[in-house]
Nanobody, 125 residues
């Protein structure tokens, strides 16, 4: 399995930006499709964005389209989530996840094999 560590969360005002990073270790990063999910208090974990092993195919939740961008650097074993025009409703713990690259772009929580510990993002109004 791959180990995942997220970073880059914090407190930001409405309209601000943050870039989350997820560093992977333990196995070949190119073997994994990657995704970002978030979980707000009292809510289920929800899909945010995902990309395939090469990074040339992506998917986004409707709520973040046009504001968030997922990318990866396979040479650095890292996946990123650039978040712009943040809103209070984006407040959540953000998790990165790794899954079998043969599944393409993965949007379902249950299809991911490995998860990070999460990083808190708080957007103040």
């Amino acid at each position: 399995q791959v180990q995942l560590v997220e970073s880059g969360g914090g407190l930001v005002q409405t309209g601000g930006s943050l870039r989350l990073s997820c560093a992977a270790s333990g196995r070949t990063f190119r073997a994994y499709a990657m995704g970002w999910f978030r979980q707000a208090p009292g809510k289920q974990r929800a899909f945010v964005a995902a990309l395939n092993w090469s990074g040339d195919s992506t998917r986004y939740a409707d709520s973040v389209k046009g504001r968030f961008t997922i990318s990866r650097d396979n040479a650095k074993n890292t996946v990123y989530l650039q978040m712009n025009s943040l809103k209070p409703e984006d407040t959540a713990v953000y998790f990165c996840a790794a899954g079998d690259k043969n599944l393409g772009v993965i949007t379902l929580t249950r299809l991911y094999d490995s998860w990070g510990q999460g990083t808190q993002v708080t957007v103040s109004s």
